[in-house]
């Protein structure tokens, strides 16, 4: 059972323009939801993260929309620039106990093109 | 800024044989986790530490596979009899001992291929 679920395997955007990147989950009881890039070859490079609290947060030109009722969250990146081409892994963790496992989507591979 | 330094890169190696990674999280950080990430996958969750206790392991850390943290610092990972479906990236991350919204921070990984 997939608890974060990211159904666009792929997404290209023409520099300038937005970018949205969606995620969907499935458990409620999450507290905190983040996104991270990744290049080929590095690990996972946090990128902004939103309160289960919350339904916005910005930073730059990255901002996280969360919609609990309809448990989706989605990035927008304004303007895109070619350098944001990665893929974009949504991620959610719970806080219970002390163990702060992430649980990851399958990613969403953004190529933006100059 | 040291980042998370993981060791080796690369390991090639045959089925059966035994490998170790080693992981070395930012220095402050006393939460340290390792991750399993596979084609197409995200990330999976494998185990966990808190200083030198490893406090969690998922259902996907078989008997064959042993993590450490001797001291609370670095971090060591040994698959033993190591087989095909072992091949994957292991993703080492930490965190600080604050709450959910301090971010895991992650090492570049290795890359084990079973021939």
Redesign the interface.
């Given at each position: 059972d997939q608890q974060?679920k990211q159904n666009s395997p792929s997404l290209s955007v023409q520099e300038g323009r937005i970018s949205i990147l969606n995620c969907d989950y499935t458990n409620s009881m999450f507290?905190?939801f983040?996104w991270?890039k990744k290049y080929p070859?590095?690990?996972?490079?946090?990128l902004i993260?939103i309160?289960s609290i919350k339904d916005k947060n910005e930073d730059g030109r990255f901002t996280v929309f969360l919609n609990k009722s309809a448990k989706h969250l989605s990035l927008h990146i304004v303007p895109s620039q070619p350098g944001d081409s990665a893929v974009y892994?949504c991620?959610a963790?719970?806080?219970w106990?002390?163990?702060?496992?992430?649980?990851?989507?399958?990613?969403t591979l953004l190529t933006v093109n100059p | 800024d040291t980042g998370v330094s993981q060791d080796p890169r690369h390991k090639i190696t045959k089925r059966g044989q035994n490998v170790t990674f080693r992981c070395d999280p930012i220095s402050e950080h006393n939460r340290l986790y390792w991750y399993r990430q596979t084609l197409g996958q995200g990330p999976e969750f494998l185990t966990y530490f808190q200083n030198e206790a490893q406090l969690e392991k998922s259902r996907l850390l078989s008997d064959r596979f042993s993590a450490e943290r001797p001291k609370g610092s670095f971090s060591t990972l040994e698959i033993q009899r190591t087989e095909q479906g072992d091949s994957a990236m292991y993703l080492c991350a930490s965190s600080p001992q604050s709450g959910g919204d301090q971010p895991q921070h992650f090492g570049d990984g290795t890359r084990l291929s079973i021939l």
């Amino acid at each position: 059972d997939q608890q974060v679920k990211q159904n666009s395997p792929s997404l290209s955007v023409q520099e300038g323009r937005i970018s949205i990147l969606n995620c969907d989950y499935t458990n409620s009881m999450f507290d905190y939801f983040l996104w991270y890039k990744k290049y080929p070859a590095e690990g996972p490079t946090f990128l902004i993260s939103i309160s289960s609290i919350k339904d916005k947060n910005e930073d730059g030109r990255f901002t996280v929309f969360l919609n609990k009722s309809a448990k989706h969250l989605s990035l927008h990146i304004v303007p895109s620039q070619p350098g944001d081409s990665a893929v974009y892994f949504c991620a959610a963790l719970r806080e219970w106990g002390s163990n702060y496992k992430l649980t990851f989507g399958k990613g969403t591979l953004l190529t933006v093109n100059p | 800024d040291t980042g998370v330094s993981q060791d080796p890169r690369h390991k090639i190696t045959k089925r059966g044989q035994n490998v170790t990674f080693r992981c070395d999280p930012i220095s402050e950080h006393n939460r340290l986790y390792w991750y399993r990430q596979t084609l197409g996958q995200g990330p999976e969750f494998l185990t966990y530490f808190q200083n030198e206790a490893q406090l969690e392991k998922s259902r996907l850390l078989s008997d064959r596979f042993s993590a450490e943290r001797p001291k609370g610092s670095f971090s060591t990972l040994e698959i033993q009899r190591t087989e095909q479906g072992d091949s994957a990236m292991y993703l080492c991350a930490s965190s600080p001992q604050s709450g959910g919204d301090q971010p895991q921070h992650f090492g570049d990984g290795t890359r084990l291929s079973i021939l």
